[in-house]
């Protein structure tokens, strides 16, 4: 990495000096390349779907212990470090981050059969070479051949750390958690080690509760950090006095199980977890970074990070730094946060008893509705096509084919696209909850960055024939027509429209399914829009800057799209330029 000009590349420069010991094996050597490249190319910002390719295994585990549950597989793997790009230091950086992964150290080993285990101590520091607080974090790697095939990231707690408090609480509840939520994977057996170390003694010694042994395995001056406190411990009587108080906070049932441990003549790594009674316990992994030294064989420095406790803040940071970025999302959040406390929970503000009282009129009313989608009963009048007020019937019917026109915008869901709540699925929703889909969609989505996509990457056969059949806008539009239509004209028994319209009036006074889908239809055609600039600079169109192509035709189309409700935008997916297909 020498010779790397500006700030970027003196970090870079910073980071990869050789730090591997004389006597490691070529193939720990070639491990430990394998993981400091794969770093860097999380500092150049390399796409996820090359990083993935370059580095990891078809069956990688990868364990970022800022969630809850591992990313199996290089499809999940790929999709997680393209949807929460900045969330946590191992799921890939930001275009706009000034942040960098700083190694502090590494150790390895290797067997004879292909597989290696690397350890690496590293930090987040600035493009500038400011260390960033509270972000040294350990990963383990276990490698076969020349690809990553499980990884572990655990990361220090945020200031003020939690110190004691974690233990007594972890001892209180001691009885009533095990393995249930997390099942805890030991580690492949790694050759090629010694067969016990003196970090494997200490562990022993740990679990026996013999503080005396355990003490006996650091240097006289060492020090150690246990990141969940705040303070380092100098010497080796602190280190004595910390393990004392640490034992006493724990049940004597529990003990450290060392699930894979990468040891050199002067540095260890080690991945471990906690057990109850020889049950795993959830959320108690960690790992372990320790330095040896080489004519005393004890440990003269050390870091401990334990696996941070729920809850779990990786989806909390990725959709935290979505409303940063884009502020304007708080207007959908804030809607939507209304319209369910309104329709399920209020009183008062719309018509009718609250969705939760699960009054009888209103399930029969849903009901018979959804019999009478899209009119197909009725107009063939089928026996079981119950008589509901036919305004009613044209709002609904509008309302739903309106929901269904924004599958035209099913290329927002693309493989190096990927959203927090899949489109897809949140489009069958809105066909039973409508803005109680929409709006979450809107706030959580991710931000179009290609300035070109096509249809083969549009994430399922299916949508992306749906999303780029020509014939979508025009059809549903003849829907939402017809729709309008039958709430003027039809059932006649209803009587002409002045007559029909007042007692749809009364109707709308008391039906809070009613009078909610006259809100939906001002929530849509509020944010029928949003999608709009995305899908046009998805397809080649520059909307800003020097280049900007918007003019002519193609900028009457999009004021239509954004600003007539409904009908703009079955004209937009109708008239809009197609999506390449490679």
Not at 175 to 180: F, M, R, T, Y
Request: one cysteine or more; a negative charge.
């Amino acid at each position: 990495m020498a010779g790397n000009d500006g700030p970027f590349g003196a970090i870079l420069d910073r980071m990869f000096k050789p730090s591997a010991a004389s006597n490691e094996a070529a193939s720990s050597v070639g491990a430990e390349e394998v993981v400091t490249s794969f770093l860097s190319a999380i500092n150049s910002r390399d796409d996820p779907s090359d990083i993935v390719e370059r580095y990891f295994a078809d069956e990688i585990n990868y364990v970022d212990t800022s969630y809850y549950n591992p990313i199996e597989g290089k499809e999940a793997l790929r999709k997680h470090l393209y949807l929460h790009a900045g969330s946590s230091s191992l799921s890939t950086l930001t275009a706009d981050s000034s942040e960098v992964v700083v190694v502090d150290d590494i150790v390895s080993a290797s067997s004879s059969d292909e597989k290696a285990s690397v350890c690496v101590m590293y930090h987040m520091a600035t493009e500038g070479g400011d260390d960033v607080l509270d972000t040294t974090a350990i990963s383990f790697y276990n490698l076969r051949g020349s690809k990553i095939s499980k990884v572990l990231d655990v990361t220090e707690p945020t200031s003020p750390k939690p110190g004691d408090s974690g233990l007594k609480l972890l001892k209180s509840v001691s009885k009533l958690i095990g393995d249930e939520t997390i099942l805890v994977k030991r580690g492949d057996e790694v050759a090629g080690i010694p067969s016990v170390s003196v970090v494997e003694n200490y562990f022993d010694a740990w679990n026996r509760r013999d503080m005396v042994d355990a003490t006996l395995c650091f240097d006289e001056n060492c020090i150690m950090r246990d990141l969940q406190y705040d303070d380092a411990l100098r010497g080796r009587d602190e280190v004595e006095q910390h393990l004392l108080r640490v034992k006493d906070c724990l049940p004597s049932t529990f003990n450290f199980v060392v699930d894979d441990i990468a040891v050199a003549s002067n540095k260890a790594g080690v991945v471990w977890h906690v057990e109850n009674n020889q049950d795993p316990l959830a959320f108690t992994r960690g790992c372990s970074f320790y330095t040896i030294d080489e004519r005393s064989g004890l440990i003269k420095s050390g870091f401990e990070i334990p696996e941070k406790a729920p809850p779990k803040l990786g989806y909390w940071n990725t959709l935290s730094s979505k409303f940063e970025a884009e502020p304007i999302r708080f207007i959908p959040a804030a809607i939507w946060m209304a319209y369910m406390y309104t329709l399920f929970i209020s009183d008062g503000i719309l018509p009718g008893v609250n969705a939760l009282a699960l009054e009888q009129r209103t399930w029969e009313e849903v009901r018979d509705l959804s019999l009478n989608f899209f009119l197909v009963a009725p107009l063939l009048k089928l026996p079981f096509s119950p008589a509901v007020h036919p305004m009613l019937e044209g709002v609904f019917n509008l309302l739903l084919s309106w929901a269904a026109m924004f599958a035209g915008f099913l290329s927002d869901e693309r493989k190096e696209k990927p959203n927090l709540l899949p489109f897809g699925p949140m489009l069958v929703g809105m066909q039973f909850l409508t803005s109680g889909f929409l709006l979450p969609y809107l706030f959580t989505r991710t931000p179009e960055t290609a300035t070109e996509a096509y249809q083969e990457d549009i994430d399922g056969a299916l949508q992306a024939t749906v999303a780029e059949w020509r014939p979508l806008g025009g059809l549903l539009g003849g829907v939402g027509t017809a729709s309008i239509l039958w709430g003027f004209i039809g059932r006649p028994e209803f009587g002409p429209f002045s007559e029909r319209y007042a007692s749809f009036g009364d109707l709308l006074s008391i039906d809070r399914v009613g009078s909610s889908f006259i809100v939906d239809l001002v929530i849509f055609a509020i944010f029928q829009g949003w999608f709009v600039d995305d899908d046009l600079k998805r397809r080649g169109v520059v909307l800003e800057g020097e280049d900007a192509d918007i003019g002519g035709e193609l900028a009457i189309l999009r004021n239509v799209a954004k600003y007539v409700p409904f009908f703009g935008l079955a004209v937009y997916l109708s008239f809009r330029p197609s999506l390449p297909g490679r």
